[in-house]
């Protein structure tokens, strides 16, 4: 079953896409500020960050809650390697894990979407809040890499 929240999801989910792919590769191997991520840190942080909420996304579709960990970033960023690997990899696997979360999310029966989710210590919040949420999160990191860029 696909909600209008489904519908906007994808829609944005495919606009990241096309933005993230029109990057110049020099973006990879630059931070987007003084200490910040590379652009290979910033996809691989996305990467990760598509992995947890898709957990999350499906718990509270399926059991009509969720109640779990947050993550450490920067650990996470380093256990992946994401650094060493090649640019064009990365996004394949963007593209490949966003694919999927846009199916999941497709998935989410309406009735769910009030599903509430608590992450780490912070206040619950709806499931719907969190999709809502993880586009603004990836448009975030899309205007560092667009910062990035705009420096080459």
Same mark, same amino acid.
């Given at each position: %079953? !696909?909600?209008?929240?489904?519908?906007?999801?994808?829609?944005?989910?495919?606009?990241?896409?096309?933005?993230?792919? $029109?990057?110049?590769?020099?973006? +990879?191997?630059?931070?987007?500020?003084?200490?910040?991520?590379?652009?290979?840190?910033?996809?691989? @942080? %996305?990467?990760?960050? &598509? =992995?947890?909420?898709?957990?999350?996304?499906?718990? +509270?579709?399926?059991?009509? !809650?969720?109640?779990?960990?947050?993550? &450490?970033?920067?650990?996470?960023?380093?256990? @992946?390697?994401?650094?060493?690997?090649?640019?064009?990899?990365?996004?394949?696997?963007? !593209?490949?894990? @966003?694919?999927?979360? %846009?199916?999941?999310?497709?998935?989410?029966?309406?009735?769910?979407?009030?599903? %509430?989710?608590?992450?780490?210590?912070? &206040?619950?919040?709806?499931? !719907?809040?969190?999709?809502?949420?993880?586009?603004? @999160?990836?448009?975030?990191?899309?205007?560092?890499?667009?910062?990035? =860029? $705009?420096?080459?």
């Amino acid at each position: %079953m !696909s909600t209008e929240a489904a519908r906007i999801f994808c829609n944005e989910i495919s606009s990241v896409r096309r933005a993230l792919f $029109a990057l110049p590769m020099e973006v +990879a191997e630059r931070s987007w500020r003084v200490g910040g991520w590379t652009g290979k840190q910033i996809v691989g @942080h %996305m990467l990760d960050s &598509a =992995a947890n909420n898709r957990q999350r996304f499906v718990r +509270a579709g399926i059991d009509g !809650s969720y109640a779990g960990p947050d993550y &450490a970033q920067d650990a996470w960023i380093k256990a @992946h390697g994401y650094e060493e690997k090649p640019w064009p990899t990365l996004l394949e696997w963007w !593209s490949v894990e @966003h694919e999927i979360l %846009m199916a999941v999310v497709s998935a989410v029966p309406e009735q769910r979407l009030g599903a %509430m989710c608590t992450v780490g210590e912070d &206040a619950p919040v709806t499931l !719907s809040f969190l999709i809502e949420d993880y586009v603004r @999160h990836l448009r975030g990191h899309l205007r560092q890499l667009e910062a990035s =860029a $705009a420096g080459i």
